[in-house]
């Protein structure tokens, strides 16, 4: 059997980031959190938690705080079925989503669930390749994926399609390509790149030029919003969601930079695979939202 106040602090740690913060949020003193999270560590006989900043749990203690979320959720349900008068706490719903739909569509979407249910969003932002990592982590309940296989242990729906294309501002086009997009300039010419990890750029110049590695000298602007005003704002040139980019296009505030290519990002979403009522209803909503309102994503 599992002492869930041992459980209770280990997640405290990990959502939290680090013992002080989770002591805080559980009401406990700094040492007294660290030796429930050793206790529990004791009883399961193995390390579940690398003491790294933040924290970070192992894969035992992956599955550990899956299982723990899990048994929060189904007795969340259950206590909902059983008073569903009650005035009972509100449910934190974990959900892990990339920084461009969280920018567009997604609480729009949601937003009749949210009307509907005493819950509290907990949401997670990453890049649309990585949001699956917190879900197999049991970081999350969910995730908005660009991923097409399932998560062990979850389920997966096909949500739609958004379209990035490659725009600046015509001033900034007619300063550094002048006669189109030239490959000899592609590192002279400032780019702007959420981050890093950021793939969508270096995609749409290998479509274009029929190669993989490039140079690009770019801002690093990791925030949907801010990234787009700078782009609109002559910083650089660089990859925005026909939901952010339409607009402005269309009043010639921006230009297509080449209007024959685009690239296409499948969305997903991923949950447990638990019987869940509250799960389920988001999901619903998700799929009833994107197909009803024609703002959202393209259903191709």
């Known amino acids: ?22 002591a805080k949020s559980i009401h406990l003193t700094q040492s007294a959190v660290s030796q429930r999270v050793k206790l ?18 192992t894969p035992a203690g992956q599955r550990i705080l899956k299982h723990f979320l899990q048994v929060k959720q189904l007795e969340s349900d259950v206590t909902r079925e059983m008073s569903p008068g009650s005035k009972e706490n509100l449910v934190s719903l974990a959900i892990a989503l990339n920084e461009d739909s969280l920018a567009t569509w997604f609480l729009p ?31 999350v309940l969910g995730c908005i994926s660009s991923r097409s296989e399932a998560v062990q242990g979850c389920k997966i729906s096909f949500l739609g399609i958004m379209d990035y294309r490659l725009v600046a501002t015509p001033a ?29 750029h270096t995609t749409m110049l290998s479509k274009i030029f029929k190669e993989d590695h490039f140079h690009i000298s770019s ?20 990859m925005l969601p026909d939901q952010q980019s339409s607009e402005m296009l269309d009043k010639g505030t921006l230009v297509n930079l080449c209007p ?29 939202g994107l197909s009803t309102n024609n703002f959202i994503l393209d259903k191709l």
């Not at 059997?1 to 989770?22: H, N, P, T």
């Not at 979407?109 to 982590?137: E, K």
């Not at 290519?261 to 009833?288: D, F």
Request: glycine letters at 6%; aromatic letters at 12%; hydrophobic letters at 40%.
């Open 40 to 57: 529990l560590e004791a009883h399961m006989g193995q390390v579940l938690l690398m003491r790294t900043t933040p924290p970070m749990p």
């Open 260 to 288: 024959h290519e685009h690239v296409r990002v499948r969305l997903y979403w991923h949950r447990w695979n638990i019987s869940s009522p509250m799960i389920e209803a988001l999901t619903r909503c998700l799929e009833k």
């Open 172 to 200: 900034f086009a007619k300063k550094w390509f002048p006669h189109g997009l030239d490959r000899e300039r592609m590192d002279k010419v400032p780019a702007v790149i959420f981050n890093s990890r950021d793939k969508l």
């Open 109 to 139: 979407c949601i937003a009749p669930f949210l009307s509907q249910h005493s819950v509290v969003l907990d949401l997670r932002v990453d890049d649309q390749d990585q949001t699956h990592q917190f879900l197999g982590d049991g970081q």
């Open 219 to 238: 801002h690093f602007v990791p925030s949907s919003e801010q990234f787009a005003w700078a782009i609109a704002s002559g910083f650089g040139y660089g």
């Open 1 to 22: 059997m599992f002492d869930y106040k041992l459980l209770q602090a280990f997640e405290a740690v990990i959502r939290e980031g680090g013992f002080d913060k989770a």
